[in-house]
């Protein structure tokens, strides 16, 4: 995505103050070092391949946006106990997320932004705004409008960890 987006990067490296761009892996594979499925995606199957899912998408963060990320969330944000401990000893903090705010990108405008408009302190929101494509993106932004209407306000992971 990182390189498929080069305006969308530019757009985000202008606004530092507003976005906070970490690790999601290289290849949007679960990081699970045993072989199996996660919301139909295959994970990355062994200690090496979540080793390079890691590095390797650090690299592609770093060459984007100059920055160092401390954070990785792989795809699904499902781990063994094993993989998580092999993050962690790469230095890698762990972010997760405890509202499903567009599943997936599958919801419409309207599902999404009910959704995310029901947080509650302290949740994180896993939403995709890379799909413009797809409706939910709209509801994003709505409820996200509708929380800061709210009161609501919104931390980086640098900021809340």
């Given at each position: 995505w990182l390189k498929r987006n080069p305006s969308a990067?530019?757009?985000?490296?202008?606004?530092?103050d507003l976005f906070e761009v970490e690790n999601h892996g290289a290849r949007h594979v679960p990081a699970i070092d045993v072989p199996m499925q996660v919301f139909g995606l295959r994970a990355a199957g062994s200690p090496?391949?979540?080793?390079?899912?890691?590095?390797?998408?650090?690299?592609?963060?770093?060459?984007?946006?100059?920055?160092?990320?401390?954070?990785?969330?792989?795809a699904a944000g499902k781990y063994t106990a094993s993989s998580?401990?092999?993050?962690?000893?790469?230095?890698?903090?762990l972010a997760g997320y405890s509202l499903i705010g567009d599943g997936g990108a599958t919801f419409s405008k309207t599902k999404t932004?009910?959704?995310?408009?029901?947080?509650?302190d302290g949740d994180?929101?896993?939403?995709?705004?890379?799909?413009?494509?797809?409706?939910?993106?709209l509801g994003?932004?709505?409820g996200i409008l509708k929380l800061k209407e709210q009161g609501f306000v919104f931390l980086k992971l640098e900021d809340g960890a």
């Amino acid at each position: 995505w990182l390189k498929r987006n080069p305006s969308a990067i530019t757009e985000i490296n202008e606004h530092k103050d507003l976005f906070e761009v970490e690790n999601h892996g290289a290849r949007h594979v679960p990081a699970i070092d045993v072989p199996m499925q996660v919301f139909g995606l295959r994970a990355a199957g062994s200690p090496q391949a979540v080793a390079t899912e890691v590095t390797d998408g650090a690299t592609a963060v770093r060459n984007a946006t100059g920055v160092e990320p401390i954070w990785f969330r792989g795809a699904a944000g499902k781990y063994t106990a094993s993989s998580s401990k092999q993050i962690a000893g790469m230095h890698f903090r762990l972010a997760g997320y405890s509202l499903i705010g567009d599943g997936g990108a599958t919801f419409s405008k309207t599902k999404t932004t009910a959704t995310i408009s029901k947080a509650m302190d302290g949740d994180v929101i896993i939403a995709h705004i890379n799909q413009p494509n797809r409706p939910a993106g709209l509801g994003v932004v709505a409820g996200i409008l509708k929380l800061k209407e709210q009161g609501f306000v919104f931390l980086k992971l640098e900021d809340g960890a």
